[in-house]
């Protein structure tokens, strides 16, 4: 049973320190959604990637958010630094262009002290 | 630009009885349509989807949505809700014609009481 996996599920963490949170997508998707989902905003699209490449990063801040595929296995999306207003459950989701659906992982629940 | 409302925040109903969450989008031309549920401390799963052709689509779990263009509506229904169908349920559209970002609704976050 094929699906996406994100590590870690729970970071907590203090203001100002490095997070990295990780996504494995399904394999042979070409397509990774990063979002952040929060009680007062709901479910945002930060950025999303087709081939690794990055196609739209608008809805994420530009200067401590950034978001990389290494390598198809593998979506990175750091925050440095961290601040309070960061935490939110963020969500990877993969998909392709054949099924045009997207599959999201379990999340990780991140909390800034 | 898209987008789509959902009207109620939360909706509650007793298990066995039917149920209707609401769904409107805008967009210029016929959109695809989704439905996703999110069970507490979970990521989102696919309920259904509307490409084109019938306009009242299938899904799991017993669901079902129907598209009505001159209502720009996607409604999702379900006759007889179970206990386990308590969760969060979100509407989504996407342009046609490529894969592009789907845009999500603010969900409606549905109890149900025995």
């Known amino acids: 049973d094929a699906r996406v996996t994100q590590t870690p599920r729970h970071k907590v963490t203090e203001m100002g320190q490095e997070v990295t949170m990780r996504c494995q997508p399904i394999l042979g998707h070409n397509t990774v959604f990063w979002y952040r989902q929060t009680m007062m905003q709901g479910l945002e699209l930060l950025a999303y990637f087709r081939n690794r490449a990055p196609l739209d990063d608008s809805g994420m801040p530009k200067d401590r958010f950034s978001a990389e595929m290494p390598d198809a296995t593998l979506a990175t999306l750091k925050i440095q630094p961290s601040e309070p207003r960061d935490s939110a459950v963020y969500f990877c989701a993969s998909g392709s262009r054949d099924i045009y659906e997207q599959y999201f992982g379990p999340g990780t629940r991140l909390t800034v002290t | 630009a898209q987008s789509v409302t959902q009207p109620d925040i939360h909706i509650t109903v007793s298990e066995g009885a039917s149920l209707e969450l609401r769904c409107n989008y805008s967009?210029?031309?016929?959109?695809?349509l989704f439905w996703y549920v999110q069970s507490p401390g979970q990521g989102l799963q696919l309920l259904l989807k509307?490409?084109?052709?019938?306009?009242l689509v299938q899904g799991i779990k017993g669901f079902e949505a129907e598209f009505k263009r001159s209502q720009s509506s996607f409604n999702l229904r379900k006759p007889s809700v179970h206990w386990s169908d308590a969760a969060e349920y979100f509407c989504a559209v996407a342009p046609q014609g490529g894969y592009q970002k789907v845009t999500f609704g603010t969900g409606t976050k549905l109890q149900v009481i025995p």
């Open positions: 967009y210029g031309a016929t959109p695809y």
């Open positions: 509307y490409f084109s052709g019938d306009t």
